[in-house]
């Protein structure tokens, strides 16, 4: 199978598209191409609502450019920025990291943990969870509550006490298997598996596989149902890309 896979960043640290790009690219079959891609304005990391509302429409934006050169794409931020509009707007296979990690979670064990770097993400993360209708599946999410010195290195700096929150999850919250969530924490789960008793499912190693898996299956572009592409609608002021994608100027 040959592909070319769009690991599509919406915030704005390219040293995190790196991190991710690493550890996809050990992850990808010798017929992946992973093609980065960062956005160019809005913030280092999304963690907020309102982030994530800014973070989407970027992502559709990014998309509208990118989407005739690729075979799939993964919206590389934990939560899903613009993942279900991006769905209804393009025709290929486009992956969620949160959802691609959670869905394979449930297929390593009934209920899944979701362990992250910073407080402000814990509400977003719930309604994400919820969003995809997961929530009965997830035992609960365990989030850093003392400051970090660099986003990119987050992952390192408090590996240890990101080891003990999932510890914790497992004892205290019954969980059989484990999610590191946030793009900085992209391949903490291959350093530290051998230290947690239970299945550490990476964000971007599941996203990388389910991506490649829709690709493989072929599936058809929805004609019908909820997510079938809109009909034509002028814009103003929109970026040139996605203005022509929602106008049907693109096609």
């Known amino acids: 199978m040959t592909m070319k896979l769009l690991l599509l960043n919406p915030n704005t640290s390219t040293e995190v598209t790196h991190l991710m790009m690493g550890v996809g690219q050990r992850a990808a079959s010798s017929g992946t191409e992973l093609i980065p891609c960062t956005a160019t304005r809005g913030v280092p990391y999304i963690a907020t609502r309102t982030e994530a509302q800014i973070g989407g429409a970027i992502a559709l934006e990014m ?13 590389a931020a934990f939560g899903d920025p613009g993942l279900f509009a991006a ?8 992956v969620g990291m949160a959802e ?3 869905l394979t979670a449930c297929m390593a064990g009934r209920r899944f943990a979701i362990v992250t770097f910073a407080q402000a993400l814990g509400p977003w993360y719930e309604e994400c969870v919820r969003a995809h209708g997961l929530w009965e599946r997830c035992a609960g999410i365990r989030m850093l509550d003392t400051p970090f010195q660099a986003i990119s290195e987050v992952g390192t700096e408090k590996e240890d006490v990101l080891v003990d929150l999932a510890q914790r999850a497992i004892v205290e919250d019954d969980a059989d298997v484990l999610i ?13 598996a051998d230290r947690i008793p239970v299945p ?4 971007v190693v599941a996203s990388v596989k389910q ?3 829709l690709h493989a299956l072929r599936l058809r572009k929805a004609t019908a149902g909820t997510f079938r592409r809109p009909a034509a609608k002028p814009t103003i002021g929109l970026a040139e890309a996605l203005a022509a994608r929602l ?3 693109d096609s």
């Open 63 to 75: 998309l509208a450019e990118q989407h005739r050169n690729v075979d799939a794409a993964i919206i």
């Open 100 to 102: 691609a990690a959670m």
């Open 180 to 192: 590191f969530a946030g793009a900085p924490l992209s391949g903490l789960a291959e350093r530290v």
């Open 211 to 213: 991506a490649e898996a």
């Open 87 to 94: 769905r209804e707007t393009f025709d290929i296979p486009v």
């Open 247 to 249: 106008e049907h100027r």
């Open 200 to 203: 550490v499912v990476d964000q």
